[in-house]
């Protein structure tokens, strides 16, 4: 009579049932993408429902006024399916952010999309590093938090500037791993650990995002392994050599990191530690 | 009268109205936000804003980025 085994219960998926508040929404990915930078739209939209993610990243510019036929990004993007993250991108002034804001506002109430009540902000500081001018960042957030918006702010990773940020208001700060379209991953791990440390003192549910820099898969994995709540990418996909199944990668990657994360990894040790037994053996240990 | 849009001047009539000009921009109104002179106009305001000499619009949409 051959044994009946037992299957092993297999764990209830964690990946469903961690679901991501930000602000006054819940998303069901951790990743949030944007449309820029696409070979074309249909690759654009096929992308992102290859990432997996339920918020997308816009920009607002001018409208162009010849041949609008059919070339406007809201042509191709479900607005049902996604919340828009409208941004201020290419501002670097407070007042360019903040009219910029309200303009995107103005558009996504028009769609009735959710994400109306939201902005990323971005006010830069040159156009060489595309890095945030801090001062300008701090401002436009007290602003815009006066106006009702929920601010979503993109920064460095600097703690100090972080932890402003979050006091003047902001829904979520979220650091840069690298420069904007660098694709040099996360350069100083242990500034986002201390952003962490900072911004969910006492407030473990409060967002953090690294907004920017991701390269490839690991980068993702990497940042959601520090404790991140999520990863805003867009070039990383956007500028792969095949998209599509380089959003599958950073839509597998950002869940291994967070599952990795829940887990708790083991500490980092010097010398090797067995995984076998060591007595018993058969073989005589050398001197 | 003479108006710029998005840097561009541009003639229309006296007494021309926000919606007017959309209308003839061709443009989708649900796709757009309108600033005048600086100045956000909310969509409900269109049909009633009469545009005036010398108005600077920014007539905007989204675009993919990220």
């Not at chain 1, 654009?44 to 816009?58: E, H, N, Y």
């Not at chain 1, 945030?132 to 500037?161: K, S």
């Not at chain 2, 209308?23 to 309108?34: C, F, N, S």
Request: a negative charge; charged letters at 20%.
């Amino acid at each position: 009579m051959p044994t009946t085994l037992k299957e092993p219960t297999a764990p209830a998926d964690t990946r469903s049932a961690d679901s991501f508040r930000l602000g006054r929404h819940t998303l069901r990915s951790r990743l949030i993408v944007g449309t820029g930078k696409y070979a074309n739209y249909e690759l654009m939209a096929q992308s992102l429902a290859a990432s997996g993610t339920d918020c997308i990243t816009v920009a607002v510019r001018r409208e162009r006024l010849i041949d609008t036929q059919g070339h406007n990004l809201l042509d191709h993007i479900d607005t049902r399916r996604y919340i828009l993250l409208p941004n201020t991108a290419g501002c670097f002034t407070v007042d360019d952010a903040v009219r910029m804001a309200r303009l995107g506002r103005e558009i996504l109430l028009g769609l009735e999309n959710p994400g109306a009540d939201w902005v990323k902000l971005e006010v830069l500081g040159d156009t060489k590093t595309l890095l945030p001018d801090p001062v300008a960042t701090l401002e436009a957030t007290e602003r815009l938090v006066a106006e009702g918006f929920q601010v979503l702010c993109y920064t460095t990773d600097d703690p100090i500037t972080a932890r402003r940020l979050k006091q003047a208001g902001a829904t979520s700060v979220m650091p840069a791993g690298s420069p904007i379209g660098s694709g040099q991953g996360i350069l100083n791990p242990n500034n986002i650990r201390i952003c962490l440390e900072y911004l969910k003192d006492g407030d473990p549910e409060y967002p953090v995002i690294v907004d920017a820099g991701v390269g490839t898969a690991s980068d993702v994995t990497i940042a959601m392994e520090l404790g991140v709540d999520g990863v805003l990418l867009n070039t990383g996909i956007a500028h792969a050599k095949d998209p599509l199944v380089m959003a599958q990668a950073m839509q597998a990657a950002c869940a291994a990191g967070r599952l990795a994360y829940l887990a708790g990894r083991i500490p980092k040790k010097l010398y090797a530690t067995a995984s076998s037994p060591e007595t018993g053996t058969i073989a005589p240990k050398p001197r | 009268m003479q108006i710029f849009v998005n840097g561009r001047q541009r003639t229309v009539p006296e007494g021309a109205t926000l919606a007017q000009l959309l209308a003839q921009l061709e443009l989708q109104a649900h796709h757009v936000a309108v600033e005048i002179n600086m100045e956000l106009v909310p969509r409900a305001q269109h049909e009633r804003h009469r545009l005036a000499d010398g108005d600077r619009l920014e007539v905007v949409t989204l675009v993919g980025g990220g």
